[in-house]
């Protein structure tokens, strides 16, 4: 139960490179979902998303 605690995070140069620009890659997705999102009054949304907090 408690193999979590194991778990030895990949801090190299190229993983924290490959992180930093994942949300200029995916910037153009979420424009082009927005242009073609039709939005009306009341619309319900789930915004499902990671977060980096340190």
Same mark, same amino acid.
């Given at each position: 139960? %408690?193999?979590? @605690?194991?778990?030895? #995070?990949?801090?190299? /140069?190229? +993983? &924290?490179? %490959? +992180?930093? /620009?994942? !949300? @200029?890659?995916?910037? %153009? #997705?979420? $424009? $082009?979902? @927005?242009?073609? $999102?039709?939005?009306? !009054?009341? +619309?319900? &949304? &789930?915004?499902? *998303? *990671? &977060?980096?907090?340190?």
């Amino acid at each position: 139960m %408690t193999d979590y @605690l194991k778990y030895k #995070f990949n801090d190299s /140069e190229n +993983f &924290v490179n %490959t +992180f930093d /620009e994942l !949300p @200029l890659w995916s910037a %153009t #997705f979420r $424009l $082009l979902m @927005l242009k073609h $999102l039709k939005l009306k !009054p009341y +619309f319900k &949304v &789930v915004d499902i *998303g *990671g &977060v980096n907090i340190e």
